[in-house]
């Protein structure tokens, strides 16, 4: 795919939605954390139901060690993994107390040294958080830059260094969501919705749908 193209497609994107926003519930950076520490093979849904609940109990790092491993599963039982997740929850509350005050740090080595916090949790963080151009790479983003040619790899790393590469700068900072979105609801995976697609024009993928 050419520059032009990738150009033309996140305008596109753009103008379609220009302030786009993660489907997370969330109102501090501490409670981003959770919630994307929370998400890992699970859907937004899932975790905004249980979020909605807990946060308003627990939404600091010292008020998430009040409420302990046990209090903390009471809540997001209904999430896939809740056992580990809780016990991650819980480690990596310990060390933003004792380690960085209670505050969610805004560098990437410091969040991926959290329990629970790999790569793709700390550029949601990064990016979504504190603004920073981070490109975190989900099955819908490695799917949709696959599929699209935008920026194909064999693996999410892969992707996201092709991506920090293709992407316009000036689209850069907000292209996680729109890439998130469009593949959460247009570009999907068993059949996308190519006839509803606003880059179906651009897109290179050789088997588009008629829906």
């Not at 194909?152 to 920090?164: F, I, N, S, Y």
Request: charged share 25%; hydrophobic share 40%.
């Amino acid at each position: 795919m050419n520059k032009d193209k990738r150009e033309q497609i996140f305008a596109r994107l753009k103008a379609d939605n220009p302030n786009p926003k993660t489907e997370l519930n969330y109102t501090t950076e501490y409670e981003l954390l959770v919630a994307v520490a929370l998400s890992a093979q699970a859907t937004d849904v899932s975790v905004n139901k249980a979020t909605d609940k807990l946060f308003p109990i627990a939404n600091t790092p010292q008020q998430m060690l009040d409420l302990g491993v046990d209090g903390l599963k009471q809540y997001i039982k209904t999430i896939g993994l809740y056992n580990s997740k809780a016990d991650n929850v819980i480690k990596a509350a310990q060390m933003l107390v004792d380690l960085h005050d209670g505050q969610v740090p805004d560098q990437r080595e410091q969040l991926e040294a959290l329990p629970g916090v790999g790569r793709k949790t700390a550029n949601v963080v990064l990016n979504t958080a504190f603004r920073q151009i981070a490109m975190a790479v989900d099955t819908h983003i490695f799917r949709w830059s696959n599929r699209t040619k935008v920026a194909p790899g064999k693996d999410v790393l892969a992707v996201e260094k092709k991506l920090l590469k293709f992407v316009p700068k000036e689209y850069l900072l907000d292209a996680h969501h729109w890439m998130i979105l469009h593949g959460r609801y247009i570009c999907l995976a068993r059949k996308p919705r190519c006839g509803a697609c606003i880059i179906e024009d651009l897109c290179e993928y050789k088997h588009k749908t008629s829906d």
